[in-house]
Each structure stands twice: as structure tokens, then as C-alpha cells.
């Protein structure tokens, strides 16, 4: 017995990193999984691995472009198509976009901003009245960052797109304490995935000492849902970094991310420190 038998997962981001060792996870413990994300190609390969891991599985794939405005009300439409009943929403699919705020393309940022804020909240919010209406025990899991804990030069757009995601997922978990959806936010650090390459950000050997597979960080994220814990940050070092946030003024929280940043990207003069920050509000 799996402890998602009987419930049917949407995952969004599924045909490659995170989002695929979610839907692996997931359909290993039971769920029928619906596997969401552009390219069919990757998506029928995750779909492949994970009937050859998990006898039985059930597994459908919905090629859809999220950051599209028909994109999300699509996907809802099919995955719900002949009265298909959804029990688990994944928001996991999300882009970032590395580099100086103003040297970056506006189409990129607003395809981002799309795709990472607004489909999510038109899916969540779709999707829990679909959830709410059946009243089977059900569950919504955000992919947030840490990126969401402070300001990130370089991530001027991509991080408050996450904080953005983490303060709404804790909201909506208030508001839906007392009925049968259950909301959980994941806040990954950086993890081995296309996300980088995706986001225009070379890193160098030091970044991959701390990085976590999506393996590692998928076990957090489903046992997060499971114990129906709101906000989880995954890794030792990800949840200290997170927590220190708290201890010290913005200002300077954003300069030591900067400082970190510039410690691992390649291409931003490896180790070079910026100028510290001169008091500030905080
Ligand atoms: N890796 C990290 O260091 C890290 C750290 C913190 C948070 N995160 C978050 O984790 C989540 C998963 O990212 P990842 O690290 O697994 O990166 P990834 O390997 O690049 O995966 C991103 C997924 O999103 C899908 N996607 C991108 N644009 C889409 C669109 N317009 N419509 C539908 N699907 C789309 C991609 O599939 P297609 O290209 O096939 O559409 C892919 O499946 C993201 O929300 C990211 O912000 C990642």
C-alpha cells in the first residue's frame, strides 16, 4: 500500500528536474500522475522511467505552454476532462533569469513573471475549487526558493516571483486550514537540474559542493505535503542560510547574497566582493 494510492497528482515542470523526481516519487507511493510541461519528448522519457520503476503506475502526459494565458485553463479542462478528479496540485513549473535587471529582455522577464506567479495562481486557484467541490482529502504543493527569504541581485525579478509564491502559499494554507485541501510550500536552494543553464547562469565547481539532486530534494517536498507542513526549506545549510535572514537588516541580507552569487557564478568576477552596504532602512 502506497500512501498516495487512490489520489491523482497534476505536477507541473514534470519532464525535467524537480518537478520530474516529483512525479517519481509521488507515482512510486501510489498516485496516478499527470505529467505537465512543453516538450512531449522529455515528458513520454520521465513517463517511461517511471513505469519501468513503479509496476502499475499510471501515468498521463499534457504537453501545455504554462506562461500562455489559455495555458493553465487548459490543462485544468483536460485534467479534470469526463469528470477526472484531481486530489493533488503541483505547482512546480518555473523559470529564472540571471543577470543585471536592465540588461535583461522584457518578453523574458514577463514570460517569468507568467509563468511563475500567474499560472500558479490561476491553477491553484482552479484547481482547489475543483478540490473543494469533491471534498476528497486533497493537497497543494508550491515550488517556491530560497530565493524567496531576501533580496537576490542578479534574481531581481525571478526571486520576489518566488517570494511572491511562498507568502501566497501561506495565506491560502490559513484560509483552507479547516477544509479537506491542504496546502505546502517547498523552498529548494540550488539543486542539480536544467534550471541554471535555463537561466543564463554559469556556476562554477565551488556551487556544486552545495547543491542538492532533485532526488533529495523531491523527499523533502512529498514528505512536506504529507505532514501537511507549510513551509519547508530543504538542505541543513539552506535552512540556516534561511533562518539567518531573519537576524540581520535587508540591506545587508541582500549584500551577502550578492557576495554568495558572486562566489559561484562563473562570469561575475569569481570572489570579487561588492561594496558594503551603508546602513540602510533594513
Ligand atoms: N534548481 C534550483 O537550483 C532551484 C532552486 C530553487 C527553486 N527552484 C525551483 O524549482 C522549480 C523546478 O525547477 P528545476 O530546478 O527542476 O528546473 P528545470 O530542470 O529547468 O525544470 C523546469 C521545468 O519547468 C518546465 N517549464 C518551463 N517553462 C514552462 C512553461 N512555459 N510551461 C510549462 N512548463 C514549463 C520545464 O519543462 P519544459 O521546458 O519542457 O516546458 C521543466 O520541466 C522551479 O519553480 C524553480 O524556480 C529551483
Known amino acids: 500500500m502506497g500512501e498516495f494510492d487512490g489520489h491523482r497528482a497534476v505536477v507541473t515542470g514534470a519532464s525535467s528536474g524537480i518537478g520530474a523526481a516529483l512525479a517519481r516519487r509521488l507515482a512510486a507511493s501510489g498516485a496516478a500522475v499527470v505529467l505537465v510541461a512543453r516538450r512531449r519528448e522529455k515528458l513520454d522519457e520521465v513517463r517511461a522511467a517511471i513505469l519501468a520503476e513503479t509496476a502499475g503506475a499510471a501515468v498521463e502526459v499534457v504537453s501545455c505552454d504554462l506562461a500562455t494565458a489559455e495555458g493553465p485553463a487548459s490543462l485544468v479542462a483536460e485534467a479534470t476532462a469526463g469528470g477526472a478528479r484531481v486530489t493533488i496540485l503541483v505547482n512546480n513549473a518555473g523559470v529564472g533569469l540571471y543577470g543585471k535587471f536592465r540588461e535583461q529582455r522584457w518578453e523574458d522577464q514577463q514570460r517569468l513573471l507568467q509563468l511563475n506567479v500567474v499560472a500558479v495562481t490561476e491553477l491553484t486557484r482552479r484547481f482547489t475549487e475543483h478540490m473543494l467541490a469533491h ?82 530534494v523531491a523527499k523533502v517536498g512529498v514528505k512536506a505535503m504529507r505532514k501537511g507542513r507549510v513551509n519547508v526549506v530543504s ?40 561594496s558594503p552596504p551603508d546602513g540602510g532602512e533594513g
Open 135 to 216: 471534498g476528497e482529502p486533497s493537497y497543494v504543493l508550491n515550488v517556491s526558493s530560497t530565493a524567496a527569504f531576501q533580496a537576490t541581485p542578479g534574481f531581481a525579478v525571478y526571486g520576489p516571483s518566488k517570494s511572491y509564491v511562498r507568502d501566497f502559499s501561506e495565506a491560502l494554507a490559513f484560509e483552507l486550514r479547516k477544509t479537506n485541501v491542504q496546502v505546502s510550500c517547498l523552498c529548494p536552494g540550488a539543486t542539480v537540474t536544467e534550471f541554471s543553464d535555463v537561466a543564463g547562469q554559469v556556476l562554477n565547481d565551488r556551487a556544486h559542493k552545495f547543491m542538492l539532486s532533485a532526488e533529495q
Open 235 to 274: 538542505g541543513g545549510l539552506n535552512k540556516t542560510n534561511a533562518f539567518m535572514t531573519r537576524l540581520f537588516p535587508r540591506r545587508v541580507t541582500a549584500w551577502a547574497a550578492d557576495f554568495a552569487m558572486r562566489k559561484v557564478v562563473s562570469e561575475r568576477g569569481e570572489g570579487e566582493a561588492p
